[in-house]
């Protein structure tokens, strides 16, 4: 297993995937690992979640994690399926003793100081800033950093294609989480893999 550091160095961006169908599963990966997005974070919001994890961790190339991990029976089911990291829209005391219990990196979400403080006590300083846009955009997270200099976030909610590189501009974001790549239903992965390479090359 990577540290999650690792992980958020990889791109300067995280694909946040909700893959309806498994069928899509591996189209979808190929298309960002062929456009230079290999860390990828499928959500546990459909019912095939767990299966699109086994899938696209058979692609070459391809980091795959679990998003949208809310307890530890999610965390549990994600990591059989061979999820490399784990991604969750908060922080409980549950989830991170789970991950650190299994070795599995954890990217949990904070909003606030005191988010963040709870994950300091619990060994992490390396987080999710979620909702980004909506917890105060930018100028929160500037704010957050001053308190927290040594603290690292992945930025994500409402970052766009054009928003990214002002997030990725500041020195305490390691890389920002998007659902811009990936569209709902059949993948077009001509233009996945555009959008890919477009975000990898965002900060270089
Ligand atoms: O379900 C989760 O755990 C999540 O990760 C939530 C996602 O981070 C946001 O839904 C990002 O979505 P956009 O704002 O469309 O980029």
């Known amino acids: 297993m990577q540290a999650v550091e690792t992980i958020m160095r990889t791109g300067p961006v995280i694909p946040v ?16 690992v062929a456009g230079g997005i290999r860390v990828l974070e499928v959500t546990l919001r459909t019912s095939c979640a767990i299966d699109v994890i086994r899938e696209m961790s058979a692609v070459d190339g391809a980091i795959v994690g679990a998003g949208t991990v809310l307890n530890e029976d999610d965390l ?3 990591v059989d399926a061979g999820a490399q990291f784990i991604v969750s829209p908060g922080l409980t005391k549950g989830i991170a003793r789970a991950a650190a219990d299994t070795e599995v990196p954890l990217l949990p979400g904070v909003a606030n ?8 006590d619990l060994g992490l300083n390396r987080f999710k800033f979620f ?3 909506a917890s105060g955009g930018l100028a929160a997270l500037k704010a957050l950093s001053a308190p927290f200099g040594d603290v690292r976030f992945c930025p994500t909610g409402g970052i766009t294609e054009a928003t990214a590189p ?3 501009a500041h020195p305490s974001v390691l890389c920002c989480g998007g659902s811009w ?13 555009a959008r890919a390479q477009a975000a990898s090359a965002l900060r270089s």
């Open 17 to 32: 995937l909700v893959i309806q169908d498994v069928a899509h599963a591996r189209p979808v990966a190929e298309a960002l």
């Open 166 to 168: 002002q997030w990725l």
């Open 76 to 78: 549990d089911r994600a």
């Open 113 to 120: 100081a005191s988010d963040i403080m709870r994950g300091l």
């Open 181 to 193: 790549l990936v569209g709902p239903g059949v993948p077009d992965t001509a233009a996945i893999k």
């Open 131 to 133: 909702p980004a846009e």
